[in-house]
Each structure stands twice: as C-alpha cells, then as structure tokens.
C-alpha cells in the first residue's frame, strides 16, 4: 500500500515558467525523496516598468512516504554503496 502528500510550494525565476517548476523541484528534492508528480495549480508574473521581472508559479508536489522498514533498507544499501566505492 502506497500513501502520498501533497504539499505546496511557491517558487520564482527569472528565466521563466519551466525554470520557476524546475526550481521548485531542485529545492524540495534536497530534503524530500520519492517525488511523484508537481502540478502547477498557477502562475503569475511580476512586472516593473512594463517589463516582465520573474516569473512565479504555485505548485503541488507529490511523493510517496516509506514506512521505517524501508528507510532502514534505502541506509543500508547507500552503506554498502560507499563501502564498494572506498
């Protein structure tokens, strides 16, 4: 049985909307594994002297939480892969 949160984010770029998901992603994967999807619920731009600044978007994010068992497993597979590589 899988079980999955959703939670929101806002991020920004100034390069455009694809990079504003794009940095969503990057920063919520350092802390948070097994993403799934990102749906990107709006988007907005911020405008200063009739010119488009950055570009904004609200997004949720969805991944699947592991049970302690494979937390346990995915630490010492990554143990073993260290171990291997010294």
Do not use: P
Request: proline residues 0%; glycine residues 4%; aromatic residues 4%.
């Amino acid at each position: 049985m899988s079980v999955v949160k959703v939670i929101e984010l806002i991020a920004s770029s100034e390069k455009g909307f694809d990079d504003a998901v794009q940095q969503a992603v990057t920063e919520a994967s350092k802390t948070i594994r097994n993403i799934d999807s990102v749906w990107v619920k709006d988007m907005k731009v911020h405008v200063k002297e009739g010119k488009i600044k950055s570009y904004g978007v609200i997004c949720k994010v969805s991944f699947r939480l592991e049970d302690e068992k494979a937390k346990k497993k995915d630490k010492k597979e990554k143990k073993q892969k260290k171990e291997k590589e010294q």
